[in-house]
């Protein structure tokens, strides 16, 4: 089972239907076969992407980011993940690193983002949301 963790650009992508990413994340982010590949994210991604696609859409990213949360599930950020994001020192970025975290307390085997340059210390995979299509997702339909 794939176990994957989406960055909040991947959130974003999808709520204000960035092109080109939309085309990925979008299927990405309704996955209906969870047996196989379990989505998650974490709150502060949900609150990054609720701050950004507000901006571009006044009153509607709450309704359809809670749409989108019915496909994931959320990761939770633990006392210990927030100290190990802090005293990570590979981990530059606080915000990068509480994704990450996040991530691994959630099992995930890998991190979906746009920004992949952002997880250069993880010890997980990171892909892109067109990386992640094709080696996941073409695979189910092959």
């Known amino acids: 089972m794939i176990r994957a963790f989406a960055d909040a650009n991947i ?3 999808v709520l204000n ?8 994340t ?6 209906k076969d969870k047996a196989r590949v379990r989505i998650f994210t974490s709150p502060i991604c949900i609150a990054i992407a609720y701050y950004l696609a507000e901006k571009k859409q006044r009153g509607t990213a709450k ?3 809670k749409a989108l949360c019915q496909h994931m599930e959320i990761a939770e950020s633990s006392r210990t993940s927030v100290q ?3 005293s990570n020192p590979a981990a530059h970025d606080l915000e990068d690193g509480l994704q ?6 959630a099992g995930c085997n890998c ?3 746009e920004d992949k340059k952002d997880f250069y210390f993880s010890k997980i995979e990171v ?4 990386d992640f299509y094709e080696r996941y997702m073409l695979r189910k339909s092959a």
């Open 26 to 31: 979008s299927r990405i982010l309704s996955l």
């Open 63 to 65: 309704h359809k980011l």
């Open 11 to 13: 959130l974003v992508s």
């Open 100 to 105: 990450y975290y996040a991530a691994l307390e």
């Open 84 to 86: 190990s994001a802090f």
């Open 127 to 130: 892909l892109s949301s067109q």
């Open 17 to 24: 239907r960035e092109y080109p990413s939309f085309t990925h």
């Open 111 to 113: 991190i979906v983002t």
